[in-house]
């Protein structure tokens, strides 16, 4: 398996992908979508980013686990330009809860880790019920060849209700997700942008002996403290023009952050 989480503090850069063919959104040009996915890639690699994460966020409202065959060959299309045109480690994300298409995304794209929502336990999304994968998913990067691929999973997971699951903490729920094998859990907030709250990573990095990671509210304000608990920091909105997730990757802005991290540490 891939060590980028455990070699240093890894900042790990987020690329919305543009609305997908078959998406409400979709303006009906891969070689656009392709395009500025690689341009904003180049730009990540420029300002010093550790990693790239691409994530068809765009493809609003999003289906409940599976989606098309369109949007898993769009997205491995997508991950290969990015990873080769970067040489960075690169990961992905298929919404909503599509961990298995993820990972075929990431196999045909040689990418180094998926992220995958609705891991262990069960919660309420935007988009309805979203059951536990651990076993199905794990089970299935065993029979694509895929386990040098890294399956990073959300506990508590943002824009989600866990009512069904409020008498069990974060704490347990990763207990549970390294018991269940994850390569690493993600503490985030209750919405994109969002700051996850600083004593529950520090809970959960306490608990477990897996990398941690924060996935929401990451600002150069502060990364600080952040970095001084969590493995790896996954940014999207604050990188963004404006600070907003829907718009282009800012340079200047993730330059300014990655000159702030490194003085940091």
């Not at 988009?127 to 895929?146: F, H, N």
């Not at 729920?173 to 969002?194: N, P």
């Not at 520090?202 to 990451?218: E, H, M, Y």
Request: aromatic share 8%; with cysteine.
């Amino acid at each position: 398996m891939s060590n980028f989480l455990k070699d240093k503090k890894t900042i790990v850069g987020m690329i919305h992908v543009e609305p997908l063919p078959g998406t409400p959104k979709f303006k009906g040009s891969m070689p656009d979508i392709i395009a500025k996915a690689k341009a904003e890639a180049l730009l990540y690699k420029e300002a010093g980013i550790d990693v790239i994460a691409i994530e068809n966020m765009h493809d609003i409202p999003y289906l409940n686990k599976k989606v098309g065959p369109e949007i898993t060959a769009a997205m491995a299309v997508v991950g290969y330009e990015v990873k080769h045109a970067t040489g960075l480690p690169c990961g992905v994300q298929v919404l909503a809860g599509a961990n298995k298409e993820g990972l075929a995304v990431a196999l045909a794209a040689g990418l180094d880790f998926i992220r995958a929502e609705g891991f262990v336990f069960g919660h309420v999304a935007d988009e309805g019920y979203i059951d536990a994968s651990a076993g199905e998913v794990l089970r299935y990067r065993r029979q694509i060849g895929a386990d040098h691929i890294l399956v990073l999973t959300d506990i508590k997971k943002k824009h989600s209700s866990h009512a069904i699951t409020a008498d069990v903490d974060i704490v347990e729920t990763a207990h549970a997700a390294e018991f269940f094998l994850s390569d690493g859990v993600i503490v985030t907030g209750v919405a994109t942008g969002t700051e996850a709250s600083l004593e529950e990573l520090q809970q959960v990095k306490a608990a477990v002996q897996i990398p941690v990671l924060v996935g929401s509210g990451v600002t150069v304000d502060n990364v600080g403290r952040y970095l001084a608990v969590a493995d790896a920091l996954i940014i999207g909105s604050y990188f963004k023009q404006g600070g907003h997730w829907t718009q282009t990757v800012d340079f200047e802005r993730v330059k300014q952050f990655m000159e702030k991290v490194k003085s940091w540490k």
